[in-house]
């Protein structure tokens, strides 16, 4: 028999990204004789401001979408270990030469999709991420709590942000058992050169955390589900034998991660989501009739 599963499309969301160039943006607004001082919307100076987000001295922070680099400045002199990313070169390039005394221990350009590929840090970390980025967080969350101790979103004035990650942390702590916690934390900040932006010099910052399942079955799975992913690469048709022979995994658990899959995906929009179909022995018919039930259950009530 045959069941239809829907997937997320990478390549869809790959193709989403607009790779933005600081230079256009200030010319366009203030003239580039503004340049060095083009900033976040919330532009911290905070000598504590790693643990507003809940991290410690010397944690190896991966920070996604840093955009203008004030947060990842800041988090750098606190004494974590941060490593910036972005994935417009001319951004990592402004933000080198925006503070060229940065603590930042090193810069990448780099889709926040694809990052992590492998342990190696404590956390994910982004402040207000633009939109084509929240709508690949889901990847970039997978990642996290597959490979690092999970992920820590702050948003700054934009309402939008907010409730995207506060339903992705509902997402996760449904589909893998991620620990979720948000809160509202005060953050002494500096004057934004954004149009119209007032910003108080004590700034209300929204904090959200997903962290790492405590499960290491629940780890795995996350781990599963990428592998799974990867695999795919925009086929739209397969076999449950074939696909689970190629990643050495046993028929049921593929299925399971298909499950996971389809129900992230249907926090997608139609244009970032595919359907996948897959033929399935008889001895999986029952199992496959169950899941199909499943799916067709809504995971919370209200999708993006």
Known sequence: MEIEFVVPSVRKLLERKQPWNPVQGVSKWFGRTYLRGYSQTVTPNYPELHRK?????????????????????????TGVEVHYTDVSKRMVDYVKMRFPKTRIKSFAVADSMRWPQKVGYDRIVSFDPPPW????????????????????FAAGYERGPKIVFD???????????TPYEHSV?????????LPGIRVRRQSPVWVFHIRAPQS???RKAAQAD????????????????VLAGRLRMSENRVIDSLVRLTKLSSFLDDETRRPLVVEMPGKLYRRASEYQETLERPLLEKPI
Request: proline share 2%; glycine share 10%.
């Open 216 to 218: 290491e079955d629940s």
């Open 226 to 241: 990428l592998r799974i992913l990867a695999s795919l690469k925009g086929m739209e048709k397969t076999d449950i034998r």
């Open 53 to 77: 987000l809940g991290l410690k001295e010397g944690e190896r922070v991966l920070f996604v979408a840093g955009s203008f680099g004030d947060w990842a400045n800041n988090l750098a002199e």
């Open 167 to 177: 339903l992705y942390g509902k997402i996760f702590a449904r589909l893998y058992g």
């Open 185 to 193: 934390e005060k953050v002494s900040a500096r004057p934004s050169v």
């Open 133 to 152: 980025v929240i709508k690949s967080l889901p990847l970039a969350i997978l990642r996290g709590i597959a490979h690092t101790k999970g992920c820590t």
